[in-house]
C-alpha cells in the first residue's frame, strides 16, 4: 500500500523554459516527484528537441503559451522567475528565454542545461545530442570494428544529463533547506559524455586502443549479440566463474580451462574464436530456448526486444511502468514510458495527463498573484557547506552502478562507507592494470570513499554492519536480488532494524519482477529495453559503447537517495526504494515511440584522417560531388560549410581525453589514494555554484582502513588477514 503522504516536491512550483530533451526529462522527474511543472510552449508547431514527441514531454506537466515576441511576454517571464523555486532552460537551443541573467530571489535554483556549458560559445540549432556524441569521443564507440561510426539510436546524453540535472537540484534543495539559499546550476551533455567514457579511460591511460567493438565490451569477453532461429540473444559474462558457467551451459566445459581463455587478457586476445563458439550453439535453438539454459546457469542473457513490444515484455507489465492515456492535442489515446522512481513509501505522482496547448494560462494567473520572493542580495564569499554534509552513505556494490552512485554522493559531501568481501569489488582485478597492478577502473568508480571487509555469512560480521546501518542514513547496493535478505537484511528486517535508512537496491529488472533471481549486465539491459532494436548495422542490433543501462540506472538511485533524504526531513519516514535498469532504460527511448517525430537526418562521412558527423543526408552530400575520404577532417567541416552545411568532426577518445576542454572543465584531475599513491579520476558534472561538489580522494588497498572504521564504530569485530 503507497503512503498518502505528499511526495518530495511537493508545493514547489518549476517553470519549465527550455526546449531540449534534457529539460524536459528534468521536468517529468521533478513532477514525478510532486512538484507544479509550468511549460511555456511556441505558439508554431516545433519538431525538434523535446517537442520531437510533445505527449511524453507534457505528461504531467502544465501549459501555456508565451511567444517572446514582445517585451511583456518577457517582463511576464521574469514575474513567474520571481514566484517559482526552480527554473529550468537551455540557453542553447531554439527557446526565445535564456533566462540565466534574469534577477533571481533568494531562494531560486537556476538550472541551465547546454551541450557544452552555460559560458560556451558554441550555439547548437539541432541533434545536439549527437553533436556532442562526435566531439566528445562518444559517436566513435559506437559501430562494427572497420565500418562507419553510428550516432547512438537513443538521445543517451540528454536523458543522462536530465538526471545529473534533477540530482543537482535536489542536492540544491538540501542546501536551501539548510542555509536559506539558491544557487545557479551549469549542467552540459559534454561533461556528462565523458563520464560516460569511464569504461574506456582505463584503455587510453595504458595506451591501448580505443575505438569501435560492436557488441563487445572493452574490458570483458564473451560480450555479445548473437542470432538465434527466431532473433537475436545478448549473452554477457564478467568473472571467471560466470565463463566457467557459459562454458558448461553451450556444452563444452573444457574450454574453461584452454590456455586461449583462462583469464579475461587471453578472452579478449581471443575473442572471435570464442564468440564462432557461441554463435554456432545458439543458432540453432530459438532465444527462449536459448534464454531459458542460459538462466538455469544463472547466466545474464536477455532477447533483443523491439520498440514496439516493450508494451508485451512481462516486467514492464507487471511493474506498470508502461501507461495507457489520451492525449488533449492530438485527441489520440497513447502509451507512455513512466519516469522510473518507485517506492512503496512515497505517493509519487504518475504523468498521465497530456494538456492541450495554453490550456493551463488559468495556473500562471494564479502564479502570478503569489507574493514575490526577495531579490537576491549580495552573496557571502564565505564557503557554503556541500549540500550532504553530515550524511552517512553505506554502500554494498560492485562494477559499476551502486559505486556510481555513492561516488557522487561523496563529491556532495556525504560521508560514505563502502563494504567489500574478503574477495573484494571485482573491479579491484579488472585489466588493463596500471604497471603497479592496481586496476583503474576501481580507482574511476571508487572516489570520496572510506572502505570496510566484512564477511557477510558470519554472524559477528552481520551485527557489526547493523550497527553501521544504525548510525548511517541510507543504503545502495546492486547485489543480485535476495542476496542481502539470505545474509539476514531483508526488507523488513532493514525497516524493523532500521527504520530511520533510506534503502535504494538497484538491479536489471526490479525487487518486484517478473524475472526473479535473474541476473542482468549492462548490454542485457540495453536489449530488454528498446535501446539497441534503435541501432543496428545490416539488420544486426548494436549496443551503445558506452554502458548506456548501467549508467543510467546508477543515476536514478542518485535522484532516488537525494529524494529520499528529502522525503524522509520533511516526513520522518524513511523510504525504501526499487530501481529497475529496464524500467530506467526503456524511460530514455520515449523521444522514438510511436507518434513522434524522426530526427533530422545526418551522416558519417569518411576522412583521410578518421570521420565527420554532416548535418545531411548522403544523397545531398553525393549531389555536391565531392570524395571527401580525400581530405581531412578539418578540411571537410570547412569546406562543407562553404555550402552552409554543418559538420563536425568525429573525435577519439584519446583525442577527447587529452583535448585542452576536458583539462579546463577539470574533467580529469588527479588524487590521491589514502596510501599515497597518484590517480586520475573523473571531475563532477554537476557544477552547482554556491557548493561545487568536491572529489578529494581514491579509495586505497582492500582493508587498508579495516582497524580505523572498527574502532570508530565499535563493531567490535577484528579485522582479517587478507592475502
Known amino acids: 500500500m503507497q503512503s498518502s503522504t505528499a511526495p518530495p516536491l511537493s508545493g514547489f512550483r518549476v517553470l519549465e523554459l527550455g526546449w531540449c530533451v534534457a529539460t524536459s526529462a528534468c521536468g517529468s522527474l521533478l513532477a514525478q516527484m510532486g512538484a507544479e511543472v509550468l511549460v511555456v510552449e511556441p505558439h508554431e508547431t516545433n519538431t525538434d528537441g523535446k517537442w520531437r514527441n510533445r505527449s511524453a514531454a507534457m505528461a504531467g506537466k502544465y501549459s501555456v503559451f508565451i511567444s517572446g515576441e514582445s517585451s511583456e511576454d518577457h517582463k511576464t517571464i521574469d514575474q513567474l522567475i520571481q514566484r517559482v523555486d526552480i527554473v529550468l532552460f537551455s540557453t542553447d537551443t531554439a527557446s526565445p528565454f535564456k533566462a540565466w541573467n534574469s534577477t533571481p530571489s533568494d531562494r531560486t535554483i537556476f538550472c541551465n542545461i547546454t551541450a557544452f556549458g552555460n559560458e560556451d560559445a558554441i550555439t547548437v ?126 556444452g563444452q566445459p573444457e574450454l574453461a580451462k584452454d590456455q586461449r581463455f583462462f583469464n579475461s587478457g587471453e578472452r579478449l586476445k581471443h575473442y572471435t574464436i570464442l564468440d564462432s563458439i557461441i554463435q554456432e550453439w545458439v543458432v540453432k535453438m530459438t532465444m527462449n530456448e536459448c534464454i531459458s539454459i542460459l538462466s538455469g546457469h544463472g547466466i545474464a542473457c536477455g532477447p533483443v526486444v523491439q520498440i514496439d513490444k516493450l508494451s508485451e515484455d512481462a ?151 547493523h550497527k553501521l546501518l544504525a548510525a548511517s542514513d541510507a543504503l545502495v547496493e546492486n547485489l543480485k536480488p535476495g542476496s542481502l535478505a539470505k545474509m539476514g537484511f531483508s526488507q523488513q528486517v ?71 533524504i528529502l522525503y524522509r526531513n520533511k516526513t520522518g519516514i524513511a523510504p525504501h526504494f526499487d530501481i529497475s535498469m529496464q524500467d530506467a532504460s526503456m524511460w530514455i527511448t520515449q523521444m522514438d515511440w510511436a507518434g513522434s517525430h524522426p530526427k533530422k537526418k545526418t551522416s558519417i562521412c569518411k576522412a583521410k584522417d578518421g570521420h ?32 552552409k552545411i554543418n559538420a563536425f568532426p568525429v573525435l577519439t577518445v584519446s583525442e577527447v581525453l587529452d583535448s585542452d576542454r576536458v583539462k579546463q572543465r577539470k574533467l580529469l584531475i588527479e588524487r590521491f589514494s589514502c596510501d599515497g599513491l597518484k590517480w586520475l579520476v573523473l571531475g563532477s558534472p554537476m557544477q552547482l555554484r554556491e557548493t561545487m561538489p568536491q572529489i578529494n580522494s581514491v579509495m586505497g588497498p582492500l582493508g587498508i582502513q579495516d582497524d580505523l572504521i572498527i574502532n570508530e564504530f565499535n563493531l567490535s569485530i577484528k579485522a582479517e588477514p587478507l592475502q
Open 125 to 250: 540549432e539541432t541533434n545536439r545530442s549527437e553533436i556532442v556524441e562526435a566531439l566528445a569521443g562518444v559517436l566513435d564507440t559506437n559501430g562494427l570494428p572497420g565500418r562507419n561510426p553510428l550516432s547512438c539510436g537513443v538521445d543517451v546524453l540528454e536523458f543522462s544529463a536530465a538526471l545529473f540535472a534533477s540530482s543537482a537540484i535536489l542536492a540544491a534543495i538540501h542546501s536551501r533547506y539548510s542555509e536559506g539559499f539558491g544557487q545557479r546550476i551549469d549542467i552540459s551533455l559534454y561533461d556528462t559524455a565523458i563520464n560516460a567514457l569511464v569504461n574506456y579511460i582505463p584503455l587510453h591511460l595504458t595506451k591501448n586502443t580505443v575505438t569501435r567493438s560492436g557488441n563487445r565490451h572493452p574490458l570483458h569477453t564473451p560480450w555479445g549479440c548473437y542470432k538465434a532461429l527466431d532473433g537475436f540473444v545478448m549473452i554477457c559474462s564478467v568473472t571467471v566463474q560466470q565463463f566457467e558457467r557459459i562454458c558448461k551451459a553451450i
Open 315 to 465: 516486467n514492464l507489465i507487471l511493474r506498470d511502468s508502461i501507461k495507457k492515456t489520451f492525449d488533449n492535442k492530438s485527441g489520440l489515446v497513447t502509451y507512455l514510458p513512466q519516469p522510473p522512481l518507485r517506492s512503496e513509501d512515497i505517493n509519487l505522482i504518475q504523468p498521465l495527463r497530456i494538456p492541450s496547448p495554453n490550456e493551463d494560462m488559468p495556473m500562471m494567473q494564479t502564479w502570478l498573484k503569489i507574493e514575490a520572493h526577495p531579490i537576491a542580495k549580495h552573496k557571502s564569499k564565505t564557503p557554503r557547506p556541500l549540500p550532504l554534509a553530515g550524511i552517512r552513505i553505506i554502500e554494498i556494490g560492485q562494477y559499476t552502478v551502486a559505486p556510481l552512485v555513492s561516488r557522487h554522493l561523496g563529491s556532495l559531501g556525504a560521508e560514505v562507507i563502502k563494504i567489500e568481501s574478503p574477495d573484494g569489488d571485482a573491479t579491484r582485478r579488472s585489466s588493463p592494470l596500471r604497471e603497479d597492478g592496481n586496476s583503474i577502473i576501481f580507482a574511476l568508480s571508487n572516489t570520496d570513499k572510506r572502505g570496510l571487509v566484512l564477511d557477510l555469512n558470519r554472524k559477528d560480521h552481520q551485527e557489526a554492519l
Open 494 to 564: 532493514l525497516k524493523e532494524r532500521h527504520p530511520h535508512l533510506i534503502y535504494c537496491p538497484i538491479n536489471g529488472f526490479g525487487i518486484k519482477s517478473a524475472y526473479p533471481g535473474r541476473p542482468a549486465l549492462d548490454t542485457v539491459i540495453q536489449a530488454m529495453s528498446g535501446i539497441m532494436d534503435l541501432m543496428q548495422i545490416d539488420g544486426m542490433p548494436l549496443k551503445t559503447g558506452i554502458s548506456t543501462s548501467d549508467t543510467i540506472g546508477g543515476q536514478v538511485g542518485l535522484v532516488a537517495i537525494l529524494a529520499g
Open 612 to 643: 565527420v558527423y554532416v548535418q545531411t543526408t548522403q544523397k545531398v552530400i553525393q549531389s555536391l560531388g565531392l570524395e571527401l575520404v580525400k581530405y581531412s577532417r578539418h578540411e571537410i567541416v570547412e569546406l562543407l560549410k562553404s555550402f
